[in-house]
């Protein structure tokens, strides 16, 4: 936790641009949510052209959620929202219309890292 | 947002009938969510045979998962469900023990449509 | 509901290793969650080398997202998370850092089985 999984159509990042937007998702949670970096989980789901649809066409939709504890300020995740916004965009180059993020929150009861369950936000 | 995630086994539903299903989904949170058509997002993620389990068996098990925004009340919900569960299942022909649908709901503090937050809903 | 997604790096799970753990997994929310065993959906989401990263690192990450109804204790979520962890591990040999677990809860008017709106849990 985070677990952040972008769902992209094939060929929209390719291998270098996987590994850069995983190395600033990374250092942005760890700067931004004070995380240590093992905590952060990255996953990229591509599907084939045809499966992403968007304003009624069909399109390189790209959707970032994140699985985060709850406990942060609605401003702390604004500004985390903006962030990771100018991260899926400069990495896909989509626009605006194609990209679709969300904050999906789970009480630290409900969320285990390395074994433990995970600690409450101490403050946001 | 809403972001419709469709999970299917591949070969279940073919390309128009994913352009259908795409079609009546978008169509219907237009009208029922009474917002704007490029809020809509779709993705179909497709799994290969024997990825699905339904009743612990080999199933060629439906999902759909339903990001929105906070604020509908419960009737709104429940027959919104009614309504997707309808358009899944006409869709895939699957029967009643292979389908599964959850709405999941996000502040609207931690959502992002067009670059911008995205609003509280106005009314439910 | 019980929806289960697990997400792993192609090749971590073969066919029967997905049997196995979809026969524990249904055998675990039967018996500890008390639901029906046609309300336990699995879906195995596979990615290719590459599409994972935890800690900074390519790394077969191992995810599992659990939708479940709302209404449980905090003790039961707990407990849950600590069995969950021992399935998932048991099956993918993934060491900690490579795991990350998360329980999802939707109220019940926001969940459908067989067609029809999940009852409340009648206790925890």
Known sequence: MPLNTIT????VLDSPAKAEL???LTAFHVEYAGV????????FHEYPIGNGVSAG???PTAALTLLIRTGRSSEY???MLRRLWSLVQAA???????IVLGIQEVPSSQATEMRQIIPEVASS
């Open 77 to 79: 995740r604004r500004e």
């Open 22 to 24: 995983a190395d600033k």
């Open 57 to 59: 066409r069909p399109s």
């Open 36 to 43: 240590p970096q093992n905590w952060v989980h990255i996953v």
């Open 8 to 11: 992209t159509q094939a060929g």
């Open 92 to 98: 896909t180059g989509a626009p605006d219309e194609e």
